[in-house]
């Protein structure tokens, strides 16, 4: 059978995802010969060329280390696509079904995805789905995919009166309510993927998708169980970032420095999300050059 190609350069090689909507290919661009990853829309679903353009455009404003990175947009057969990074691994969602991860592992794949939402949120774009299944683990780090239902910050959702867009697990108590998506939305589902992968259980556990909505709003979480040298900073974090109150909750950029230098690793925050430094509470001694509280 002859292999498919849209957009008169990408091939589409094997299907390698599949989700409510839309199937991912594996593929090679023709023109500048590298594999890439090609999202097409399912058969029998068809989408507004606007909305995935609106996508496209979304992801492709974020360049960050840990943003799967769009290349093209275009339609064939006037269905639309995206041409995306090939992201080469596999997601946190298989690793946890082993389990917990290591505290240091689980810290620092959760420090890499506020680096991206940080960058995200910078751009005043909302993920809305974060979630193991959307985060590629790779020898460079994490990857964050999927901004198909990305929203920008404060935007209504496109049906006030259909579902709540996201993974209930996953998705922040004020969304239920009906308020729009905004960036504490997006750390009410970073404290719940740190919770899991540091115990290898959701917050909360419950028989019923309703009771599990039911206790996001208003229950506490179960407590994490003792971690051996997991450090207290990362259980405050983890609390304020599931809090009720989304004024409560911390900032991507301050997630991510915080998880990062709990486990002395790196993540890269644009220079244009850093604030200055508050004044230094020190002062310096002269001539003698000595540090003095």
Not at 129 to 148: E, H, Q, R
Not at 175 to 194: E, I, K, N, Q, S
Not at 260 to 270: I, L, N, Q, S, W
Request: glycine share 8%; net charge negative; proline share 9%.
């Amino acid at each position: 059978m002859a292999t498919r190609t849209v957009g008169g350069r990408y091939q589409l090689v094997r299907r390698i995802g599949v989700g409510g909507m839309s199937e991912v290919w594996h593929g090679h661009d023709e023109v500048l010969d590298r594999p890439v990853a090609i999202k097409v829309l399912a058969p029998g679903h068809t989408t507004p060329v606007d909305v995935v353009r609106a996508e496209a455009r979304s992801a492709a404003r974020l360049a960050h280390p840990n943003v799967a990175g769009v290349h093209d947009f275009g339609t064939s057969a006037e269905q639309p696509f995206i041409v995306m990074e090939l992201v080469e691994g596999r997601t946190l969602g298989e690793h946890l079904r082993a389990g917990a991860l290591d505290w240091r592992i689980a810290v620092r794949i959760c420090a890499e995805v506020a680096a991206a939402l940080a960058a995200a949120h910078g751009e005043n774009v909302v993920h809305r789905d974060i979630k193991p299944g959307n985060i590629m683990l790779t020898p460079s780090g994490a990857k964050v995919l999927d901004f198909g239902i990305a929203a920008t910050v404060g935007a209504a959702d496109d049906d006030p009166d259909g579902p709540v867009m996201g993974t209930p697990a996953y998705v922040a108590p004020e969304r239920f309510a009906g308020h729009p998506a905004t960036p504490a939305t997006d750390m009410f589902a970073v404290g719940t993927l740190l919770y899991q992968c540091l115990s290898g259980r959701l917050p909360w556990l419950r028989a019923t998708p309703t009771e599990l909505v039911h206790a996001e709003c208003h229950d506490d979480p179960d407590p994490l169980p003792e971690i051996d040298g997991l450090p207290g900073e990362v259980l405050d974090l983890c609390s304020r970032c599931l809090a009720k109150d989304p004024a409560e909750r911390p900032t991507a950029m301050m997630a991510a420095l915080l998880l990062a230098e709990a486990v002395d690793a790196r993540v890269y925050v644009p220079m244009s999300l850093m604030e200055p430094l508050p004044p230094s509470p020190r002062w310096i001694d002269e001539p003698t050059g000595r540090h003095r509280a």
